[in-house]
């Protein structure tokens, strides 16, 4: 058996590195921990499909049909920001090749000089200069690449992101430059979602208890309680978490900065991203343009794979070629060998390994029955 080698196109999306998952044939773009993103989706489909059974019925028709169609609207458009948030690229940095990470250590030994054994070398940063501010471009090991300004490299991922916020494992990915702005919107409009069914659950139970009694209202209704702890629970923690990020909106800052505390303290500079103004900066992030993925991940690229090969001789039918079989010692031409082959042959003898042996002594032919009988009667004679 030999290896063949056989090239073959595939999607760029299945040799890239790092820890994501793609499904659609590289279209929808995830981490690897998935599990709490389910319960997301189960808790938020789960809450409004009680909503829609006990309390929408009532409602509809004691206050106004208009409840249940804006709780729809509501709930459709959540859902659409949760899985674009989830299912999208949030802006992950291609890795540098060989040869681009090769120039790029060359160019670091280079203005570094040779640093004496023994001693730590210096770190790799590039500086760079944004709106009269300097800021440092960090080296990352794992991709090989200077990272842009407000990129850094997700641990749970394992992939450079630009502008990168935090990894949410709620949504089941990493909030950066390519969808932000949806993470935004779905938290917004979660929180909204989840303060319209907390009070139409009230109302709804307000309402039954004048005629029916609080205690057979629960009884009638038993998905109520269960609703109303669900969203009493959720309601802080997603308006909580919708102010905060309001707040670094009005100062086009990121959760990740804002952690690291780059842009305060006595010895931090001002942040240069920010326009100093509320609207600005709300309208850039939330309006702004949508960039495209640099990653590719639908791009064809050629692959070689080895591919085992029978070379087992003409007992193999499955490759209809003729095969040839090259001996590995010299002919000996005979006499059946063509005039026109023979001086070909005598010069590959010529030319082998055996020149420096002694030539073979010659033997006298061989005696052919006819010379065989004039032998004996010369002697009876």
Request: proline residues 8%; positive net charge; glycine residues 6%.
């Amino acid at each position: 058996m030999s290896a063949v080698m056989i090239t073959r196109k595939v999607r760029k999306w299945e040799k890239l590195p790092g820890k994501n998952t793609f499904c659609c044939d590289g279209r929808v773009m995830m981490a690897r921990q998935k599990g709490i993103f389910y319960l997301t989706l189960f808790l938020i489909i789960g809450t409004c499909s009680l909503f829609f059974a006990f309390e929408c019925p009532y409602l509809a028709v004691h206050l106004s049909p208009a409840i249940p169609v804006f709780a729809v609207l509501l709930f459709l458009f959540v859902i659409a920001m949760l899985l674009r948030t989830s299912f999208s690229d949030p802006g992950v940095l291609p890795r540098a090749l060989p040869e681009e990470a090769n120039f790029i250590e060359m160019e670091i030994e280079a203005a570094n000089g040779n640093v004496p054994s023994g001693q730590r070398p210096p770190p790799r940063i590039r500086n760079v200069q944004i709106n009269n501010q300097i800021v440092k471009l960090k080296y990352c090991y794992t991709c090989k690449i200077f990272r842009p300004p407000r990129a850094s490299h997700c641990s749970i991922c394992d992939n450079c992101v630009d502008r990168f916020d935090h990894h949410c494992p709620w949504v089941g990915n990493c909030v950066g430059k390519r969808n932000y702005r949806y993470f935004y919107l779905f938290t917004l409009t979660l929180s909204l979602l989840t303060i319209y069914i907390f009070a139409f659950n009230i109302v709804h139970v307000v309402m039954r208890s004048v005629d029916q009694g609080f205690l057979n209202t629960l009884k009638e209704t038993p998905g109520t309680v269960l609703e109303v702890l669900v969203c009493f629970f959720t309601l802080w923690s997603m308006v909580g978490l919708t102010g905060f990020h309001t707040y670094l909106i009005s100062l086009n800052q990121t959760t990740n900065e804002d952690i690291k505390g780059s842009w305060s303290g006595k010895n931090r500079g001002q942040n240069p991203y920010s326009h100093k103004n509320i609207i600005k900066n709300c309208c850039e992030v939330l309006c702004g343009p949508t960039y495209p993925s640099v990653l590719d991940r639908r791009g064809l690229m050629q692959e070689d794979s080895p591919a085992a090969a029978n070379s087992e001789g003409p007992c193999s039918f499955d490759n209809p070629v003729a095969q040839t079989t090259k001996t590995t010692a010299p002919l000996i031409p005979n006499e059946h060998t063509p005039d026109d082959v023979k001086p070909s042959i005598a010069a590959e003898k010529s030319s082998g390994p055996k020149d420096d042996q002694p030539p073979a002594a010659k033997l006298p032919p061989l005696a052919s029955p006819e010379t065989d009988a004039e032998t004996s009667i010369a002697k009876n004679q």
